[in-house]
């Protein structure tokens, strides 16, 4: 076969115990590769770099860098009651999953005003570019938003969001991490609604959600009392300030 004989017979004579043991001496608080190498230098080990990171690689003692993310400062406001309907809209995402296993999400978008559900968009993907053309429908019926509030998911951080609301003149109004109270007019929605809808049937597509959906969303607006709103529904209290309006405005 044209091999030399002393390839099947050739030894390996590598050995590098001396090495794995000394990495493991270093590595003991946790240290990455370039603080254990220092510190074998430090205490006059010969060996270089590249030995060194081999050996350590091989003993899978080399460390993912995770970064970590960087969000601007959150700035802690009260949760008031706006004066007049799109003032302020706070939205935020809900998730299910079918009969099959299939995860879907529920973007609300509630008017704080009046706790009115301008939108129930379902979606098993919802990235920053399908909330912006939600938003542009719902204002498109309802009209434009001085502010929305929402927490701080990927998809209400993203660079394409931010920028759409910056060309509309909209503010973002950011909840703190871990502070799901500072939004708690669609947090106390999305409870309703699943008690509502989610926990109390079994889809089987999307489109099952999408019509049980849109049941419960009209009975919400049209019918249903909020204690918050003297008992009446949203639509109701959004009719009775506009008649207001109208009467002030007819009287001055």
């Known amino acids: 076969m044209s091999i030399h004989?002393?390839?099947?017979?050739?030894?390996?004579?590598?050995?590098?115990?001396?090495?794995?043991?000394?990495?493991?001496?270093?590595?003991?608080?946790g240290d990455g590769f370039w603080k254990i190498f220092q510190r074998l230098r430090n205490k006059?080990?010969?060996?270089?770099?590249k030995k060194v990171y081999r050996v350590y690689k091989s003993m899978c003692y080399n460390k993912r860098v995770r970064l970590k993310k960087r969000l601007p400062a959150r700035v802690k406001e009260p949760l008031s009651i706006p004066e007049v309907p799109n003032h302020t809209w706070s939205m935020d995402f809900v998730s299910d999953t079918l009969d099959s296993g299939r995860k879907f999400r529920v973007l609300n978008i509630l008017d704080d005003f009046n706790r009115e559900a301008l939108a129930q968009a379902i979606s098993s993907s919802m990235p920053a570019e399908r909330v912006i053309r939600i938003l542009e429908q719902v204002i498109w019926n309802n009209g434009k938003p001085d502010a929305i509030r929402c927490d701080n998911g990927p998809?209400?951080?993203?660079?394409?969001?931010?920028?759409?609301?910056?060309?509309?003149?909209?503010?973002?109004?950011?909840?703190?991490?871990?502070?799901?109270?500072?939004?708690?007019?669609?947090?106390?929605?999305?409870g309703s609604y699943?008690?509502?809808?989610?926990?109390?049937?079994?889809?089987?597509?999307?489109?099952?959600?999408?019509?049980?959906?849109?049941?419960?969303?009209?009975?919400?607006?049209?019918?249903?009392?909020?204690?918050?709103?003297?008992?009446?529904?949203?639509?109701?209290?959004?009719?009775?300030?506009?008649?207001?309006?109208?009467?002030?405005?007819?009287?001055?």
């Open 5 to 29: 004989r002393s390839y099947f017979y050739y030894i390996h004579q590598k050995d590098d115990a001396a090495v794995i043991d000394a990495i493991k001496d270093e590595a003991e608080f």
């Open 44 to 49: 006059g080990k010969p060996w270089n770099h």
């Open 155 to 190: 998809e209400f951080i993203s660079h394409k969001l931010q920028d759409w609301c910056k060309a509309n003149q909209i503010e973002i109004k950011y909840t703190q991490p871990g502070c799901p109270t500072q939004n708690s007019y669609v947090e106390r929605f999305n």
């Open 194 to 252: 699943r008690r509502g809808v989610l926990d109390a049937y079994i889809f089987r597509t999307l489109g099952d959600v999408r019509e049980q959906t849109d049941k419960w969303m009209q009975d919400y607006n049209e019918h249903r009392p909020h204690d918050s709103l003297g008992g009446i529904s949203p639509k109701e209290y959004r009719e009775n300030y506009e008649m207001k309006t109208k009467i002030i405005t007819l009287a001055v």
